[in-house]
């Protein structure tokens, strides 16, 4: 007989990834006129642009390769390409506070980084190359910039057609959509309750800017995209249930578009695993159910959470939030049945988690509004995890 712990382990993590290509993205190429050659030295590596504006990494041994990745801004809706110049373009800054967009030259290194938060620049969001997008007065944004003269090599002001996720493009119906709205820098929020045809749920404070998931018109979205403290658009969509269909198609029983059929549950039993409660996993995030094993009544694990730990110092593993208890049914839900409304219209069975029938351990690390609430160390946590005889550990 196959050990489960050893060879059981589906755990399901899906993202989105806005691709340059796709229809609606555009490409933008920033050209600022080349000056002198520059040089970063890393230590181990350097790089350094030459005087066509060509960028070169050079390590310690000698060897040299393009570099020139290091000049692409690959933002959501599209790639900015940057040739650096000596300095960045501070002057067409508008006067006040606002969303900026600056790049690095080069890989980032960590004093750029806690530089920013001395000189007043809070960080919304890290973007691929070397970029990040802030929120600033254009006077602490000069200032942090003249500091790191040699590093900054290209600076603007957030625009009316960065706000607006290229999915949104040309919609004229309403729209489900979630808008980024930046924490204590205008009043998007209040005026945000005003337009919401419909409240999909509370909004969700992120620490620098806070997610409200609601339903617009194309005009009252197209109104938000010009004020100052709305830093993103993109489309919310309604969560539904599909199970069984994750099961499938992490055991690769697909066509490359969708699941070929139900019947997760027989691949399971026919790779020859059999008493997967031996099996222990942790589930670190909100919490589960209601609190304790003994309170956990959704029928999907009733029973089956040995143990619920709580890091946060509010004294109750109780999940406000719901995410740790959809996490964990993902990870090892059993239904109580397969009867009438537990089935899809296709037959796929709600509720099936990819690990069905494993034992759970909750630690709760997060407040119920997903903030990080960890009062310990991580040491500590791992320590826990041991004494309750963990086998795989999830850090949704």
């Known amino acids: 007989m196959l050990k489960p712990a050893r060879l059981l382990m589906f755990l399901v993590i899906f993202s989105f990834f806005a691709a340059c290509g796709e229809s609606g993205i555009d490409i933008r190429i920033h050209e600022s006129a080349a000056t002198d050659e520059k040089t970063l030295d ?100 000069k200032a942090f910039c003249a500091r790191h003269s040699e590093s900054v090599d290209y600076l603007r002001d957030w625009r009316h057609e960065d706000r607006l996720s290229f999915q949104l493009k040309g919609r004229s119906d309403m729209q489900d959509v979630s808008v980024f709205v930046v924490n204590d820098a205008g009043d998007s929020a209040g005026f945000l309750a005003g337009l919401a045809q419909k409240v999909h749920q509370n909004p969700v404070d992120m620490g620098t800017y806070t997610v409200h998931r609601v339903r617009l018109n194309a005009a009252d979205i197209s109104r938000l995209q010009s004020r100052g403290d709305v830093y993103w658009i993109e489309p919310y969509y309604i969560p539904e249930p599909a199970d069984e269909r994750q099961g499938m198609i992490m055991a690769g ?26 099996v222990v996993v942790d589930i670190s995030d909100t919490g589960c159910d209601g609190g304790t094993p003994e309170t956990v009544t959704h029928p999907d694990l009733a029973g ?86 963990v086998d795989i550990t999830s850090n949704s």
């Open 253 to 278: 029983r697909h066509n490359g578009v969708s699941p070929t059929g139900p019947g997760y549950a027989d691949f399971v039993a026919g790779l020859g695993i059999e008493d997967l409660e031996d």
């Open 42 to 141: 890393y230590g181990a590596f350097s790089i350094r642009m030459e005087a066509d504006g060509s960028i070169l990494r050079r390590d310690k041994s000698g060897s040299v390769s393009d570099a020139s990745n290091y000049l692409e801004i690959k933002l959501l809706n599209g790639v900015e390409r940057v040739r650096p110049g000596a300095k960045a373009e501070i002057s067409e800054l508008r006067s006040g506070a606002g969303i900026r967009l600056l790049h690095h030259f080069g890989p980032v290194r960590s004093d750029f980084v806690n530089d920013m938060a001395a000189f007043g620049l809070r960080i919304l969001n890290y973007i691929p190359n070397s970029a990040y997008v802030v929120y600033a007065d254009d006077s602490d944004v």
């Open 304 to 389: 089956r959470i040995i143990k619920i730990r709580d890091w946060t110092g509010i004294g109750s593993g109780l999940d406000e939030g719901g995410h740790g208890t959809i996490n964990a049914s993902i990870i090892g839900g059993v239904p109580e049945s397969s009867g009438d409304g537990m089935l899809d219209d296709l037959g796929y069975l709600y509720g099936l988690g990819t690990a069905p029938g494993v034992s759970m351990v909750c630690n709760k690390i997060m407040t119920g509004d997903g903030m990080w609430g960890m009062s310990a160390s991580y040491t500590d946590l791992i320590k826990g995890l041991t004494e309750d005889g």
